[in-house]
């Protein structure tokens, strides 16, 4: 990170203290694991996602009215949006106003987001065609029976995985989230949008786009750090991506997925429940630093239960194992360095962020029994 960025985070009340289970555990073992946790979680939300590609296809188009009516402009609007923003030319534009801002203005932090999204677009441009036509998948428009069809090098019409609009998106995204933490949230949702929007347009499956975000992330990290960290930047990539694509698939596991009285679905849901609710006590008494607190409780640990909670609340094995491996990920990076409160005493900015996590995961807890197929496909 370069000193614009640092001087751009806002000061917060927190200091490092070492874990005293990390004496116990080799370092490169607390390195390691997260990494290939994160990568057979990421494997398994593409093969869970897989089986949604057309059900998911099917539906959208059934979301547009037949040919010669009025189609929803809503739709149409959010899917030419997204299509003209993911768009090569509007990237490279958005780079180029960023380096003009960067020069004319003498904002280095500026310049460094113009070169590195312009480096991360191009990365993801080659990777991604490169991918396209090895692996050759048709668009949707050409889907009829629904199978699975490959034609390496089919030419046009089939190079639908990645999506090109959601890598080019996510990686640029990734810089400038990166170069601009505080507005860094807008970036990432307006990018997550264009994504979307590649599959209300009727474009790309939903693994395509999955797919494509997946290979945003790892450029966009490798364009923002310096070339010989690439390694290192590419496995801090799928660490940090990972979660979002498992609650993703958790997501719509949940709203697909009708609620069975069949084993073991009522037991992975209550069993869900307890654990979210035990996770997020355990949270509040570690953000107070409660004399209740035990010494092994740290906030890595209540955060990865709470996330094994709510994964087991769809009531999926399959899912409740992918959440399980990103959640040991996420507890073994804690045991690097753990975060506390300075001498136990919690800043006004700490406790609101602590008090809007467990709020928000009291209501993902509630939207996981609400959500439950609403959407049948």
Known sequence: MSDDISQDRAPVSITHHPSPITHHIP???????????????????????FDWDVPLTRFVRSLYPPVGSVPNPWLVQFSDLGDRLGKGESLVLLSLLLLAVGYGLKRPQ????????LIAHGLVAVVANIVKHVI??????????GNLEL?????????????????????VATVL?????????????????IAASRIVRGSHYLTD???????GCVMGAIAVHPWREWRAAAGLALCRMTPYFVVTLAFVWTIVQLPSEAWPYQQLLWSGVL?????????????????WRPVWLSGSLTRSL??????MTTGSLFVTTAVLLVSTAHWLDGLQEQVEPVDGHVGVRTALAEGLFIVTMLLALVASYVLKGIVPM
């Open 136 to 145: 050759g998948r048709p668009r949707p428009k050409f889907m009829h029976a």
């Open 110 to 117: 500026w310049k460094d987001a113009g070169w590195q999204s």
């Open 209 to 215: 786009v999955v797919g494509g975000a997946a290979l």
């Open 151 to 171: 034609s390496p090098a089919g030419g046009s019409g089939w190079d639908s995985f990645p999506s090109g609009h959601a890598a080019a998106a996510i990686a």
């Open 275 to 291: 654990l979210t609710l035990a996770g997020l006590v355990g949270h509040a008494l570690w953000a107070v630093q409660s004399a």
């Open 27 to 49: 370092g490169q073992f607390c390195r390691l694991v997260p990494l290939v946790c994160s990568f057979i979680a990421l494997i398994l939300v593409f093969v869970g996602l």
């Open 177 to 193: 989230a990166a170069k601009f933490p505080r507005a860094r949230w807008p970036i990432l949702v307006a990018a997550v949008a």
């Open 306 to 311: 709470v996330g094994l909670g709510l994964g």
